[in-house]
């Protein structure tokens, strides 16, 4: 979309202007970021999946594939 802020500085616009400046100097400790981590912090209606830290890339994979129904097209010849 023209004249649309890259998504670098869209999150530093949510994320407010004293975090913004954070974000642009890419000075974000750990102390902010384990501020800002919510366990499991996600959106009503069940329409996020954690995937476990013990899944292999291909379970990933695959599991992202079925869910979005894109396993059963064909792969695109470049």
């Given at each position: 979309?023209?004249?649309?802020?890259?998504?670098?500085?869209?999150?530093?616009?949510?994320?407010?202007?004293?975090?913004?400046?954070?974000?642009?100097?890419?000075?974000?400790?750990?102390?902010?970021?384990?501020?800002?981590?919510?366990?499991?912090?996600?959106?009503?209606?069940?329409?996020?999946?954690?995937?476990?830290?013990?899944?292999?890339?291909?379970?990933?994979?695959?599991?992202?594939?079925?869910?979005t129904?894109?396993?059963?097209?064909?792969?695109?010849?470049?």
């Amino acid at each position: 979309m023209k004249g649309a802020d890259p998504p670098d500085r869209q999150r530093c616009r949510q994320a407010g202007i004293d975090d913004s400046v954070a974000f642009e100097t890419n000075d974000v400790g750990e102390a902010a970021l384990r501020d800002w981590y919510r366990e499991l912090d996600l959106l009503p209606g069940g329409i996020e999946t954690v995937i476990g830290a013990d899944s292999c890339l291909s379970e990933t994979v695959d599991f992202i594939l079925l869910g979005t129904g894109l396993a059963g097209l064909p792969v695109l010849e470049r």
